[in-house]
């Protein structure tokens, strides 16, 4: 099951797409199935779990014939109750549960859910298999079962395509099909475009004629270029930088709210700008810049006057990375959250107003379920975290749905397939081009 797993190509639907196949070839108590959704507006999982609950359920059965947990746990929020409900239907078994979760964000960071369900916290700079956790996100569960019970691999995905668009919708969307092609299936405006690709708080801002879906691209955000958000998103380090030296107050609200330091983790974002403000070279605290998420509460929620500890904390990870450095500070004998851990928590109604996002908060995605034929698919080799898989066809080749394309090269590494039939017109270094047959 396990070989199936790996040749249909699945890598986490959410996150960094990491292989899937190499998650399950571990061992642990407890598989956790995350399914909070918890960026604002994304209506991904939600529409999954209400159409598809007897498939979800399947896959994490077919998961424990592959790795053997003790007790698997569906994480859903508050306002999803009615997917936990549909879930409910389809378990006929005691080891799979369905816990529901405050309407808080990030309540599908992997850790802060594990926290949540288990009450148990991954070390700092640590992964779940460190306290016997394995975590998937919910897509890529129901890829599994597809795999294991049908030989499918994963080549569509659900995507919420949202924003300042006429018809926003959730569509299962080949992978490799353009920004472009979807804006104008969800009913384009006479407006100057962005795209955000993934949720508002973490996903990354794309120029829309740039932008290509991937095994990891749960939503796509449309919005006006102008937009405050966007203007947020898009600032530039250097001037990130400059603003924290002349500006932080060191009023430690960042550090109050930071998802990681929550769940006991000694990563305070307020020492961070601190030391930039003094402009230290090297002190030792720049090294805990490791430990952030880059959930972007103290970006986009936390600092009263707009800095961004984030990007600061990207700079330095990337840094530290170039050098090879690492997190090696000795691991605590025991993480302990804050007592006033619930209170600092964000209701998602509150980000959502902060974002500058209400309007879209109310209105709901609809689920169309008819084919996407774009005319031209472009698949990268690189869509999961590791090594890009090799391309093992060549322009001029004709292709079917479902087809190998690129072999994956390494451990961690997978298989991409192209997921509609055509012809390869193009090749570059990271990937294919396929011209659909319609
Ligand atoms: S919240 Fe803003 S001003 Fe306060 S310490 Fe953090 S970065 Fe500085
Ligand atoms: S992005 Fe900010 S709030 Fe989130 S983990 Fe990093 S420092 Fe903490």
Redesign the pocket.
Known sequence: MLDKVKSAGITGAGGAGFPAHIKLGAKAQSYIINAAECEPLLATDRTLMLNFSKEIIEGIKAVREITPYEKAYIGIKEKNRDCGEALKKFIDVDFIEVRVLRNVYPSGDEQVMIYEILDKVVPEAGIPLDIDVIVNNVETVYRIGKAVLQDEPFSKRFVSIIGEVNNPQVREVPVGTSFSYLLDIAGKKDIDYVAIDGGPMMGKVVEVNEGIVRKTTSGIIFLERDHPLIRRKTQTIKSVVSQARASCCNCMT?TE?????LIGHR?E?HKIMRAIGMELTQPHVYEHAML????????LY?CPIGLS??AV?VKIKNEMRKEGKRFEKERLKEYKAPVFRKGRQLNTTRLTARLGLSKYYSVKPEYITEELKPDMLRIYLNQHIGAPAKAVVDIGNEIKANQLIGKLSGDFSANVHSPLDGKVISKGENYIDIEVRL
């Open positions: 960042c709210l930071c998802s990681r330091y990563m974002p952030c998420s880059e959930c972007n509460i103290c970006e936390a500890p984030r904390n």
